[in-house]
């Protein structure tokens, strides 16, 4: 098996890899190919995205936080550990950072559909996703909340559904779930989207200025 590291890349102030893994033919798994009724590709790629040292998934297996968080990437999270574990980046530092990663060697894949590209676009998706983490707690899904959003390590906005969806309330709290504030309450939901983002934007200014 040849493992090569084909791009690195940082989106959001996460750094993203893509590796493209080859086998000999005679690697193939045939039985998997019999089981599961379909060809095996011999290469693929791979993509992880590394983690920052804070981040509440640091040093959590995938197969524990998969209850917990609903991560949409392709196939799945499938690794979870350090960057030395795959892959030698000791010159620029990174081999301590805790990594998440997915692969494209399920049934069907193959290296044509699942090209770099699509890779690349699947990290992204996956780094949106662990910047806004609380969005996909398995939990929040059935409660009366529509939108959450990370504003920084302190705080979030959330927008919840009052009086049987007659009003939506915008609010700032911190990530314990305590309010901090009630920035509007719109009467309904695009007015309420219009808010988030008007304050998200906005927000996002006063941090880069």
């Known amino acids: 098996m040849i493992a090569k590291l084909v791009n690195i890349g940082l989106y959001k102030g996460y750094v993203y890899l893509i590796k493209h893994i080859s086998t000999n033919i005679n690697e193939t798994n045939y039985f998997r190919e019999i089981f599961e009724g379909t060809d095996i590709a011999n290469d693929w790629y791979n993509g992880y ?3 920052p040292k ?3 998934l640091v040093d ?7 209850e917990d968080y609903d991560l949409k990437v392709h196939g799945g999270i499938t690794f979870s550990d350090y960057l030395s574990k795959i892959i030698y ?3 620029i530092g990174l081999e301590n950072r805790y990594t998440l990663g997915f692969d494209c060697n399920h049934a069907g894949d193959n290296s044509t559909k699942c090209n770099e590209k699509y890779v690349k676009n699947e990290c992204k998706k996956l780094i949106d996703q662990l910047i806004n983490l609380d969005d996909c707690k398995v939990n929040n899904k059935n409660k009366e909340v529509d939108v959450i959003r990370n504003i920084d390590s302190k705080s979030r906005l959330v927008v919840k559904h009052v009086l049987s969806d007659k009003a ?3 609010i700032e709290e911190n990530h314990e779930g305590e ?3 009630v920035l509007k309450i719109c009467e309904n939901q695009v007015e309420a989207d219009s808010v988030v ?5 906005n927000r996002r200014r006063s941090l880069y200025e």
């Open 54 to 56: 804070e981040h509440e």
């Open 168 to 170: 939506f309330w915008v």
């Open 60 to 66: 959590k297996f995938y197969g524990d936080f998969e």
């Open 179 to 181: 309010r901090i504030e």
């Open 89 to 91: 980046l000791e010159e």
């Open 49 to 51: 995205v590394i983690l």
């Open 197 to 201: 983002n008007f304050y998200l934007e």
